[in-house]
């Protein structure tokens, strides 16, 4: 194979060129604040438990109101073991929280942001679905 010289190599379109980007006028063109690697590990570990549908559902319907598992059973349409193991890994991760009321244990979430997560990841989804960008403009699916 024969040596390329810069002189041989064509020139890349201004758009590929790392010094013609340009940013969203909205955006800082600063890099965001570094995290410490035990909060960016945490956040991780926080999104996985929230990787799964029927975490999502369960998050989505105690945003609502706190639900006692034969109320997610219902709502959900899933079986009993099944919600109770999602929502171990929920307990786990502290995204919900679990008070006893007589025999029936009511789950609640911990607090907002969580519920803020995966409404803004559903709604991404469901732009997604429709062809849709987020900011009302249409996606190419090609």
């Known amino acids: 194979m024969?040596?390329?010289?810069?002189?041989?190599?064509?020139?890349r379109p201004?758009?590929?060129?790392?010094e013609d980007?340009?940013?969203?006028?909205?955006?800082?063109a600063q890099p965001a604040p570094a995290r410490d690697q035990q909060t960016l590990h945490e956040a991780g570990e926080l999104l996985r438990a929230l990787a799964a549908p029927v975490r999502i559902a369960i998050v989505l319907q105690l945003r609502v109101a706190d639900r006692c598992v034969h109320e997610l059973v219902e709502?959900?349409?899933?079986?009993q073991p099944l919600i109770s193991q999602h929502l171990r890994v929920l307990k786990s991760a502290g995204v919900v929280f679990g008070e006893r009321h007589g025999r029936e244990v009511v789950y609640r979430l911990v607090d907002e942001h969580?519920?803020?997560?995966?409404?803004?990841a559903v709604?991404?989804?469901?732009?997604?679905?429709?062809?849709s960008d987020g900011n009302g403009e249409e996606t190419d699916t090609a």
């Open 75 to 79: 709502s959900l349409g899933v079986a």
């Open 2 to 11: 024969p040596a390329v010289s810069p002189e041989s190599t064509p020139a």
């Open 114 to 120: 969580l519920a803020h997560i995966v409404v803004d």
């Open 14 to 18: 201004a758009a590929d060129r790392p």
């Open 123 to 131: 709604a991404h989804s469901e732009e997604l679905a429709r062809g």
């Open 21 to 28: 980007h340009v940013h969203s006028p909205e955006r800082a």
